[in-house]
Nanobody, 121 residues
């Protein structure tokens, strides 16, 4: 089992910045990808960004160019620096961890409890 705890959400004005943090504990060897997803009211959860242990990253369309994901493997932490925030970025942001698998049916996700990000116009 892996436990994930997020911090850093809050209320910010459009154009502002926030930094989210997530710490992983438990069976760390069972995961090699850490990242962030978000879910706005009435919408499906979507990928924001994820980072593989080898250093490669992937960003969702909404995050590319404005958000940056980073890792501190020594501390089992993943961060999301969000700049130039827009009202449409308002959502609950979830930390995610999983192990890369070739067959999607074997994918298993660990989730944090979520942290609210609200961007006012």
């Amino acid at each position: 089992q892996v436990q994930l705890v997020e911090s850093g959400g809050g209320l910010v004005q459009a154009g502002g910045s926030l930094r989210l943090s997530c710490v992983a504990s438990g069976n760390r060897v069972s995961i090699d990808i850490m990242g962030w997803y978000r879910q706005a009211p009435g919408k499906q959860r979507e990928l924001v960004a994820e980072s593989l242990d080898g250093g490669s990253t992937e960003y969702g369309d909404s995050a590319r160019g404005r958000f940056t994901i980073s890792r501190d493997n020594a501390k089992n932490m993943v961060y999301l620096q969000m700049n130039n925030l827009k009202p449409e970025d308002t959502a609950v942001y979830y930390c995610n961890a999983r192990r890369h698998v070739l067959n999607p049916k074997y994918r298993y996700d660990y989730w944090g409890q979520g942290t609210q990000v609200t961007v006012s116009s």
